[in-house]
């Protein structure tokens, strides 16, 4: 009996929402539970709520050296044990296809994502669908599927994070509707404030601040979360202070795990975010979103999902900035998402 179908694909946290749509497909096709290889203290949180998944190995790093990092043996003895089945390769980089082939996998068991695709204008999801209804050249048995049903990325939520976040929120006193915003990025995240200013996703915290203004004076009971993670601490207290330190403004950077932030994307109104991982996060969930670009591609990078999303810039290729917008443009762009039951 062969080993499940393996799926490799290490990203940062929106890569890792939108690949749900690959391992659905990948499941549906094979008839089983799927094992993925990945990397990144996101990434369990994030995929060990889908269903499909098998076994999650985790690799700390594939550019350090073999000898040098215990997690890569682990996964080539994992390997080794695991047998041999289908294995999809989401990663292009030279130093993954070398652990494969320590840990005995075969060219021939292998769907490679092709390199020369990399800057093709087409949506992630879409790319997963392609590959995910490939076949390697020692084929194993598969049904039909239609693949379009799996195109939109989806992340559940469970009854006890829904409980948990509940009485966090009640702790909190944030009633009435919640209306998020996103303003760090992956850069963010790991340098906080430190030359994040010339970043083409960066938006000035007064930007921010007159975004807040809006929502609470169209919401009267309303409130504002900055949604972040710790490193980006001073970052929304720079927009919390821009909204003259307004009580319905709420800079949660060190309170936001991600089970609690999904819970809490799950139950908001609205979010406002630049084109970083919370945004494909509000996208899986029905989140009526705005999002803005700056030099990443929307034709590749921008979210999908099964409620409103209104996306804001990228238009001028990678001189983008999403400085370049407007913020009457996204005040009207988020007057006009639905409202959410």
Request: net charge neutral.
């Amino acid at each position: 009996m062969s080993a499940p179908p393996l799926i490799v694909r290490c990203g940062a946290f929106g890569d890792m929402v939108m690949l749900s749509t690959l391992m659905r497909l990948v499941s549906a096709r094979y008839g089983s539970k799927v094992d993925v290889v990945s990397s990144g203290g996101w990434t369990p949180p994030l995929l060990e709520r889908e269903p499909t998944l098998g076994h999650l190995q985790m690799v700390t790093s594939r550019k350090t050296p073999y000898l040098l990092c215990p997690s890569q043996w682990a996964l080539v003895r994992w390997l080794r044990e695991r047998g041999r089945g289908p294995v999809y390769l989401g990663d292009i980089d030279a130093e993954m296809r070398a652990l494969l082939r320590r840990g005995g996998v075969r060219d021939e068991d292998i769907v490679a994502r092709p390199p020369a695709e990399e800057d093709a204008p087409v949506l992630w999801p879409d790319r997963w669908l392609a590959l995910g209804m490939q076949d390697p050249a020692h084929a194993w048995p598969t049904v039909a599927v239609d693949a379009a049903q799996f195109r939109l990325p989806r992340l559940l939520v469970t009854e006890a994070e829904r409980a948990a976040f509940a009485q966090w929120r009640e702790a909190k006193q944030l009633h009435g509707p919640l209306v998020l915003f996103q303003p760090g990025n992956k850069r963010t995240h790991k340098r906080g404030k430190v030359m994040t200013a010339d970043h083409p996703k960066h938006w000035d915290a007064a930007n921010w601040a007159a975004v807040a203004n809006a929502v609470l004076a169209d919401l009267p009971d309303a409130q504002v979360v900055l949604c972040g993670s710790p490193p980006e601490q001073d970052v929304l207290e720079d927009i919390r202070l821009a909204a003259g330190g307004n009580p319905r403004v709420h800079n949660c950077a060190n309170e936001l795990p991600i089970p609690r932030l999904l819970a809490l994307i799950e139950q908001a109104h609205s979010m406002v975010s630049v084109d970083t991982g919370p945004a494909h996060a509000a996208a899986a969930l029905g989140c009526p979103l705005v999002v803005m670009f700056g030099a990443a591609s929307p034709e590749k990078w921008r979210p999908i999902g099964p409620g409103e999303i209104v996306v804001l810039g990228g238009d001028r290729g990678a001189a983008s900035r999403v400085s370049d917008i407007a913020v009457e443009t996204v005040i009207a762009a988020w007057r006009k998402l639905p409202t959410r039951a």
